[in-house]
């Protein structure tokens, strides 16, 4: 039987030619900068995202936190929605890392509001911290996205109170595709941004940091201090070199299966499904039944081949991915109707 996995896009597995270019590609010591393959993906990714030079990292995790090493000082302050993935999955690093203070806001459908930031910015008074970092996202955790006009509200607003802008783009390509930009239309906006190579681009590990070289040059060491510092890991760039390049393209693929997915769930009694709301590759619904009902779903549907996560704060989530296709949808829609019937 064949597994359906919609649990997140982090399940993809890299593709048969990511696989032999792992095989074959040219190595060196990355830690002395001479892997020759690592090299050319921190280029290459720095071209494409529209930046100076570019940081591969084992970890999106890792990434976020050597760039907030490098933008603050110890006691300085951050301002970041309450949805933020660096604030909510992140485990607090930036507070043991950095000894920085986030202060967070909420935004109708985690759309940042360029003016409630800039109330947000502390003036200068003895008894406050710093605010020395804007910390945005796009996509978003909920599967919007944040529309160019907004960032560049915001970056304007950061640049006129001499502050730097960090993007959390772990998914900035499905972004860029949703609004049918290139991906630089977007990080033109911002000083800083992370980049994910194993969600949706099918790598099997890492992600890119880009920015200006002296940005980058001190967020080398920050990623040495957190051990991040790898040796042959030509053999994990070469998947990425091909994520950055070639897997964007396919993007579009798992939009349309959302949305395909989101359709069909909104005609199913019981199934909440904003439709509307799906603008990359992430699907959230509420299922109006007993709360035994709904615990039982995911081993329910484990049983049938399809893999996903439980109920989380009322909503399921599903994230179509490169390894299911448009009929695994039509499976899955019809698992619920009857699970539901």
């Not at 910015?121 to 909920?142: G, K, Q, Y």
């Not at 919007?144 to 640049?159: K, S």
């Not at 630089?184 to 940091?209: F, H, M, N």
Request: with cysteine; aromatic share 4%.
């Amino acid at each position: 039987m064949k597994v359906i996995d919609v649990r997140s896009d982090t399940v993809t597995v890299p593709t048969d030619e990511m696989r032999k270019a792992m095989a074959e590609c040219p190595v060196g010591d990355d830690v002395y900068g001479d892997d020759p393959t690592v090299n050319e993906l921190e280029r290459t990714a720095a071209e494409i995202l529209g930046k100076e030079a570019a940081l591969f990292f084992p970890s999106g995790t890792q990434c976020n936190q050597a760039a907030i090493m490098s933008w603050t000082n110890r006691g300085n302050e951050i301002i970041v929605s309450d949805m933020a993935h660096i604030y909510e999955h992140e485990v607090g690093a930036a507070a043991v890392l950095s000894g920085a203070n986030m202060r967070t806001l909420h935004f109708k459908d985690g759309i940042p509001d360029c003016g409630q930031i800039e109330r947000a910015i502390r003036r200068e008074d003895i008894h406050c911290p710093e605010t020395a970092l804007i910390c945005l996202e796009n996509a978003l955790a909920n599967g919007r996205v944040v529309p160019v006009e907004n960032m560049r509200q915001i970056y304007e607003m950061a640049g006129r109170h001499g502050i730097p802008v960090h993007m959390d783009g772990a998914r900035c390509f499905n972004a860029a595709v949703a609004q049918e930009v290139d991906v630089k239309e977007i990080t033109q906006y911002v000083d800083s941004v992370s980049c994910c190579l194993s969600k949706g681009l099918c790598a099997p590990v890492g992600s890119v940091l880009a920015g200006k070289k002296e940005f980058i040059a001190k967020a080398r060491k920050n990623r040495k201090l957190l051990g991040g510092g790898m040796r042959q890991a030509g053999v994990l760039a070469a998947p990425g070199l091909i994520a950055v390049r070639e897997m964007p393209r396919r993007l579009h693929i798992d939009h349309e299966n959302a949305r395909y997915l989101a359709e069909g769930l909104s005609k199913i009694p019981g199934i909440d499904c904003e439709k509307d709301a799906v603008q990359i590759n992430m699907v959230f619904f509420r299922i109006d039944r007993e709360e035994e009902i709904r615990k039982g779903l995911p081993m329910w549907l484990l049983q049938r081949g399809i893999k996903t996560n439980p109920e989380d704060g009322g909503l399921f989530r599903m994230v179509t991915n490169a390894g299911v296709e448009r009929k695994d949808m039509d499976v899955i829609l019809k698992a619920l109707t009857e699970y539901l019937a």
